[in-house]
């Protein structure tokens, strides 16, 4: 038996918001396939769902040393940096993932707020611009370019942004609007 059974209920328990019973799935996978660097990456983003932010660096760790060409574990790894204050990390991993899938407008919003967290606003704004070039339903992106925007000063394309953020479902942006944009 080599693991497959196992993974894949694993991903059917994350589509369920199951993330203790994926874990055990993953765990399960990998005790019969070491070497399936895609149970490590989704056991890591499992780890990440419940807190484990070290377990889950290494787990994607482990699945970018089985493939060094895997855009996603980078993507994920440097999410996890970030949440444990690496935003330094998190940046070089956001640069492999788009040097890797330039088309992962996911990474680019996620190097975006990086960016905008060490200060590089105009950085920022051209990550979440790309970011919605690839996605233009991205709320999320509006939403953090609105932020990079107002910290540049520009008060009109912030709230603009926030504006287009809370019309495609960031409910967040509102608060912002309430609070800026009067």
């Known amino acids: 038996m080599d693991g497959t059974a196992y993974y894949h209920r694993g991903i059917t328990k994350v589509e369920l918001g199951d993330y203790e019973g994926a874990l055990l799935d ?4 990998i005790e019969l396939n070491s070497e399936d660097s895609f149970a490590y990456n989704n056991r890591g983003f499992v780890k990440g769902k419940l807190g484990d932010y070290e377990g889950a660096v290494l787990d994607f760790n482990k699945a970018i040393e089985l493939d060094l060409e895997d855009s996603f574990a980078y993507n994920n790894r440097g999410f996890v940096k970030d949440k444990l ?3 330094r990390g998190a940046l070089l991993d956001y640069n492999k993932a788009i040097e890797l899938n ?3 407008g996911t990474a680019y919003y996620n190097r975006g707020n990086v960016k905008g967290k060490l200060g590089d606003n105009r950085g920022a704004i051209l990550d979440f611009n790309k970011a919605i070039e690839l996605n233009p339903e991205d709320g999320t992106a509006y939403y953090g370019r609105g932020i990079s925007k107002h910290n540049m000063g520009d008060k009109d394309g ?3 942004d926030w504006s287009k953020a809370g019309e495609l479902g960031f ?3 509102y608060d912002f609007i309430k609070e800026y944009c009067k």
């Open 26 to 29: 993953f765990n399960k996978a």
């Open 85 to 87: 204050g690496d935003n």
């Open 102 to 104: 330039p088309e992962d």
């Open 158 to 160: 912030a709230c603009l």
């Open 171 to 173: 409910m967040d942006a």
